[in-house]
């Protein structure tokens, strides 16, 4: 059961509550670059991307924030590190959202300002703890970071923000080791009831940050934990996106797109199926579907009739010929090598009204 959180507004979306998980980016241009952080942003919108933060070292990126709202459409978060008054000066241009860690904020004072801004502007602040940067006294006491020390660094930070009379919070907690990030997780979920923001940060080039990412979300997300994703990713954050659209959609929390399911192969498969499935997934990517559908494409008569029945639309192989199944039924039987043509045609067809929305 997912764990019910309180619902928190960043811009028009919803974050936490009965609200689904959304997909947030980070632009790697540099901020006072309005046209390339805009070309970037408006990428990432047309992928998916619901929320996106923005990084503002100095007081130029946090004055571009107004320009480069004026241009996108999804909400903005900015990204702030140590300077209180960029914080100040982010939220005056409009930032939806401000991303802080108090715990390198050292006067309590500035942490105030912001704090009151944020409250004026009916904005959000997102407490963002992370491994690397954990306060000394944690660290003395625990003797290394560990999840009881994030999660006390997360609670402290909460209270400090709690104590100024505001509750406009969301939370992250993050450590590139996807079980300490998880154990952490575990320890403050119920300790609090903000909206968190999870992902695996620092997670690596896409290869290898792929697998933690899906490992370390789809864990805390399978588990009832989480309210917006953000895959961390070294790289164009497109990739970013389109990762975390498959982990929600892997998990059950993301009924859009296309999920492709095709089989290992074995010595039972008589055609290339890596070609014909590469080909047909080249040709879903082409169209764009918006909508949930399955589609599946197997081997051989073992498996294949079974998943292709399941799926919206089924291809499986047999021997000397193709069976196209839709909707559970079969569709037609064809050669071999038309099959991957057939079946494609038939998907167009299938997409051009007869998709059954769930
Ligand atoms: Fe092998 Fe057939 Fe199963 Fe594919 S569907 S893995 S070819 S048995």
Not at 126 to 141: A, H, T, Y
Not at 192 to 221: N, W
Not at 317 to 322: T, V, Y
């Amino acid at each position: 059961m997912r764990r019910r959180s309180k619902k928190v507004m960043c811009g028009d979306v919803a974050i936490g509550g009965d609200a689904p998980v959304t997909i947030q980016s980070m632009t790697n241009t540099d901020t006072r670059d309005i046209n390339a952080t805009v070309g970037q942003i408006r990428r990432l919108e047309e992928a998916g991307c619901q929320i996106i933060r923005c990084a503002v070292p100095d007081m130029e990126a946090a004055s571009a924030i107004a320009k480069i709202k004026k241009s996108i459409r999804i909400p903005l978060v900015a990204d702030i590190h140590f300077d209180h008054r960029l914080a100040l000066e982010a939220i005056r241009s409009g930032a939806d959202k401000i991303r802080i860690n108090p715990g390198n904020m050292a006067d309590r004072d500035h942490v105030l300002k912001i704090v009151r801004e944020a409250d004026v502007r009916g904005i959000p602040i997102r407490i963002g703890v992370n491994s690397g940067s954990l306060e000394n006294d944690i660290l003395r006491k625990y003797g290394s970071v560990t999840a009881e020390g994030l999660a006390e660094s997360a609670l402290r930070n909460i209270r400090t923000i709690e104590d100024m009379d505001f509750d406009n919070i969301v939370v992250s907690l993050k450590s590139p080791h996807v079980m300490l990030n998880y154990d952490a997780h575990m320890i403050l979920a119920d300790k609090m009831p903000y909206p968190l923001h999870i992902g695996i940060t620092e997670a690596g080039t896409v290869e290898r940050g792929k697998v933690k990412s899906a490992v370390g979300i789809g864990a805390l997300l399978s588990a009832g934990i989480g309210d917006t994703v953000r895959v961390s990713l070294t790289g164009d954050p497109l990739n970013e996106v389109l990762f975390a659209k498959e982990i929600l959609q892997a998990v059950g929390l993301r009924e859009e797109g296309i999920e492709l399911i095709s089989c290992p192969t074995c010595g039972r498969c008589r055609v290339d199926l890596l070609a014909i499935v590469s080909d047909i997934d080249q040709e879903l990517a082409r169209l764009n579907v918006r909508e949930h559908l399955n589609v599946a494409v197997m081997g051989c008569e073992v498996n294949g009739p079974g998943e292709a029945r399941d799926a919206d639309i089924g291809l499986a192989f047999g021997k000397g010929k193709a069976i196209i199944f839709k909707k559970g039924s079969i569709l037609k039987t064809v050669a071999v090598e038309n099959a991957k043509y057939e079946f494609i045609a038939a998907i167009k067809e299938l997409l051009n009204g007869t998709v059954q929305h769930p």
